[in-house]
């Protein structure tokens, strides 16, 4: 599943998203861009449980 995360900006918020994936899903693959400001995660998780973690962490997404 792949995510636009606009306020993703640096390599602090890239472990945070990853941190925050990972907590739902110790397996998951979670691939950053921060020039594109996109998160591609490979998960069990359901999008919907993976956006709401982020929002939560304070990086509101969209699927993409």
């Known amino acids: ?3 636009a995360v606009p306020d993703l900006s640096c ?3 890239v ?3 990853t941190r ?3 907590a739902l899903d110790p397996q998951a693959t979670v691939e950053a861009d921060v020039a594109a400001k996109t998160v ?3 998960t069990t998780a359901s999008s919907e449980a993976v956006a709401r973690a982020m929002d939560e962490a304070g990086y509101p997404s969209r699927p993409v």
Request: glycine letters at 6%; aromatic letters at 6%; hydrophobic letters at 40%.
């Open 1 to 3: 599943m792949k995510f």
């Open 11 to 13: 390599g602090h918020c």
């Open 15 to 17: 472990s945070t998203v």
């Open 20 to 22: 925050v994936i990972k």
């Open 40 to 42: 591609t995660a490979t």
